[in-house]
């Protein structure tokens, strides 16, 4: 019987190895227990969600905490708050609730180059927003509603797992982040230690 280690580094995307290899801890009867290590600036929606998901069934199997070594951001904070514990140094970077969608505009150099450019659409909101041309009103409120209900669903997430009060979840859904020093009293972690402190948690429970 052991504590496993589950390392997540780098951007986040849906990456169906690593839902095999959670899967298979939660089945595992020798892993007692599993820390997740975070250093991670997030990634896609999509993956996040994705990995949330696999890692409330791991959680809900055997006690899981996450602890935030460089930094967990976005997507990668989702990620830590589907454990039972959150541990940060103080220095970690954590927050960054929110969602963004970003492209560029490269309009403006084609022009100065000489390329056009043409679309034909089956409606106008087709493939749109496009780097190649300025966004129409249309198409930002469309995009805008897209960021919206993807950050709805976020924060939803965070008031599930995380008892914050109401002034404390205004500020750590603004899309900023906090280093872990700052992000205890928030409610955004819940003690601050690396992986020693985690395992002592995980001892006791």
Do not use: C
Not at 147 to 166: C, G, H, N, P, S
Request: glycine share 10%; hydrophobic share 45%.
């Amino acid at each position: 019987p052991h504590i496993a280690r589950l390392s997540i580094d780098g951007v986040i995307g849906t990456d169906s190895e690593l839902l095999s290899r959670i899967d298979k801890l939660s089945k595992n009867s020798d892993v007692v227990a599993v820390i997740l290590r975070l250093n991670s600036p997030g990634g896609t929606y999509a993956g996040s969600e994705a990995l949330y998901n696999a890692l409330r069934t791991l959680a809900e199997a055997k006690p899981t905490v996450a602890v935030i070594d460089g930094v967990a951001a976005s997507g990668a904070y989702m990620a830590a708050i589907a454990t039972d514990r959150i541990f940060a140094r103080a220095g970690s970077i954590t927050g960054s609730i929110g969602v963004i969608m970003q492209m560029p505009n490269i309009k403006g150099l084609m022009d100065h180059i000489g390329v056009g450019y043409e679309a034909i659409r089956s409606a106008p909101l087709k493939a749109t927003p496009t780097p190649f041309e300025d966004t129409s009103a249309a198409s930002r409120v469309a995009a805008q509603d897209i960021v919206q209900d993807l950050f709805d669903q976020f924060v939803e997430r965070v008031k599930e797992r995380r008892t914050l009060a109401a002034t404390a979840l205004d500020i750590v859904t603004s899309g900023r982040v906090f280093t872990g020093k700052q992000a205890m009293p928030l409610g955004l972690i819940d003690a601050l230690g690396g992986e020693t402190e985690a395992t002592g948690w995980l001892e006791q429970h």
